[in-house]
C-alpha cells in the first residue's frame, strides 16, 4: 500500500481506447486501498444495457448524454480510481469540471498499440462497419488516428501523464504513476 498525503477523492484515469485505464485503475486503486469504478460499467448498470446496445438504440449521441449523466454523477461523490472511456472527456467543460474535482490523468498509448489490442473486439461499436461486422484493418486504424488526433487536445489537459507504449507490464505502470501522483500532490 503506498501512503500518499493530500490524496484527492477521486483520480479520473483519461486516454484512447484500449490504453489499459481499466486494468490500470484496478491496480492503482488497490494499491492505494481506494475503491474502483469503470465509468462504461456505471452507464450499462443505469441504462440496464450493454454500451453496444445502447449505441445501437440510440446512437453514438444518445450514448454521450448516458456517458455525460454518469460522469456528472460520479464526480459529485464518489471516492476512489475512476477509468473514463475514451470519450469521456467530450469538451472543454467537461475536463475543467474533473480537474476541479479530481486528479486527471492521462494514459498516452500509441495508436499501433491501441490496434493490436482492440481490434475484433466486437464489444467495442466504434469498430463495427454500418453491418455490425468489423471493420478492415486499414480503415480502423485511419478512423482510430482521426478520432485520436481529434482527442489529443483534451486529454494533453491532464495534470499527470503516463506512457504506455505497450511494451511495459501493468504493474510497472502503476508505480510510475504512483510516483507521479506523490510528486504531485506533495508539491502541490
Known amino acids: 500500500m503506498w501512503m500518499i498525503s493530500n490524496l484527492p477523492d477521486i483520480i479520473f484515469l483519461s486516454g484512447f481506447m484500449g490504453t489499459g485505464k481499466s486494468t ?13 469504478l469503470d465509468l462504461d460499467d456505471k452507464i450499462e448498470e ?29 464526480a459529485r ?10 470519450g469521456s472527456l467530450q469538451n ?3 475536463v475543467d469540471h474533473l480537474k476541479l474535482n479530481g486528479l486527471l490523468v492521462f494514459i498516452e498509448t500509441p495508436i499501433s498499440v491501441i490496434l493490436d489490442r482492440i481490434s475484433g473486439d466486437e464489444n467495442r461499436p466504434l469498430l463495427l462497419n454500418e453491418e455490425g ?8 486504424q485511419n478512423e482510430l488516428q482521426k478520432l485520436y488526433n481529434e482527442r489529443l487536445s483534451l486529454y ?13 507490464k501493468p ?14 500532490v506533495e508539491y502541490y
Open 24 to 36: 490500470i485503475g484496478r491496480l492503482l486503486a488497490e494499491r492505494l486501498e481506494r475503491n474502483f
Open 46 to 74: 443505469e441504462a440496464g444495457c450493454t454500451i453496444s446496445d445502447i449505441f445501437e438504440q440510440s446512437g453514438e449521441a444518445g450514448f454521450r448524454t448516458a456517458e455525460r449523466r454518469a460522469l456528472l454523477e460520479v
Open 92 to 94: 472543454q467543460h467537461m
Open 171 to 184: 504493474d510497472q505502470l502503476v508505480q510510475t504513476l504512483l510516483k507521479k501522483i506523490k510528486n504531485h
Open 156 to 168: 494533453k489537459q491532464a495534470v499527470i501523464k503516463i506512457s504506455n507504449d505497450g511494451h511495459k
Open 133 to 140: 461486422n468489423p471493420k478492415s484493418r486499414e480503415r480502423l
Open 77 to 86: 461523490g464518489y471516492k476512489g480510481v475512476v477509468a473514463l472511456g475514451g
